[in-house]
């Protein structure tokens, strides 16, 4: 996963000037910026996520076009 950039001092800057205490502000910051690097989707995460689908459904379609000409074989045999 790539990572995901987060301003922890600015973000505790701007909360004790709004009037939280520091060290209540370090913790929000510290668990905030957590979330942000573990939780999101990067566009480089999705773009994989994306190509692993794309050839898990080209192979789908692959074994379902092949089933099919089978059928159709079997069927032309028979009839």
Do not use: C, W, Y
């Not at 979330?35 to 789908?60: C, F, P, W």
Request: glycine share 2%.
């Amino acid at each position: 996963m790539s990572t995901i950039l987060f301003d922890t001092h600015s973000f505790v800057k701007k909360l004790t000037e709004a009037g939280m205490p520091e060290k209540q502000a370090e913790i929000l910051a510290s668990e905030q910026a957590q979330l942000v690097e573990n939780r999101l989707a990067t566009k480089t995460d999705l773009s994989v996520m994306k190509k692993d689908i794309v050839n898990e459904l080209t192979i789908r379609f692959g074994s379902m076009l092949v089933i099919a000409v089978a059928v159709v074989a079997t069927l032309v045999k028979l009839l």
